[in-house]
């Protein structure tokens, strides 16, 4: 399961009757939404959500954030240790778990999906309002 700006009612139909013969069910990624210059529309994360509700059933792997595989292989192939490596997003369900699970600092964004008051009390991550913002920390004192 993955993204698809041409989603049918026929395509839906077959992967339910799919999903519910048993078939290996992988999904690209969890986002609820993606955002888009009209604003934001249903990304994979809903579609899960669809059928789920039909099904009763999840994805048996989701190979996108949160799974830290991909940001593993990154530095992998960069030869980064995850002391030297950042994780940055503006989502705590996707981006930031993803970070937190590879062991990396992880910084959340507050510029996109993410809104202040949707940070739980405890959190292991840092909070920054912006790209801009972590950048000028680090130019300023070359530490964040």
């Known amino acids: 399961l993955t993204f698809d700006t041409s989603i049918t009612y026929e395509k839906i139909r077959r992967a339910a009757l799919l999903i519910r013969q048993g078939i290996p069910y992988i999904a690209s990624h969890p986002d609820i939404n993606c955002p888009t210059e009209d604003g934001p529309i249903p990304d994979v994360g809903s579609l899960i959500s669809l059928f789920e509700t039909s099904t009763g ?56 999906e993410t809104t202040r008051d949707m940070i739980p009390d405890r959190h292991s991550y840092k909070v920054v309002e912006n790209v801009g913002t972590l950048a000028k920390k680090i130019r300023d004192h070359n530490t964040v």
């Open 57 to 112: 059933r999840r994805p048996d792997h989701i190979i996108g954030k949160p799974d830290p595989t991909i940001l593993q292989m990154v530095m992998e192939d960069f030869d980064c240790s995850p002391e030297e490596t950042v994780m940055i997003g503006d989502r705590i369900y996707t981006d930031i778990e993803c970070g937190l699970k590879a062991e990396v600092d992880t910084f959340l964004v507050l510029s996109g």
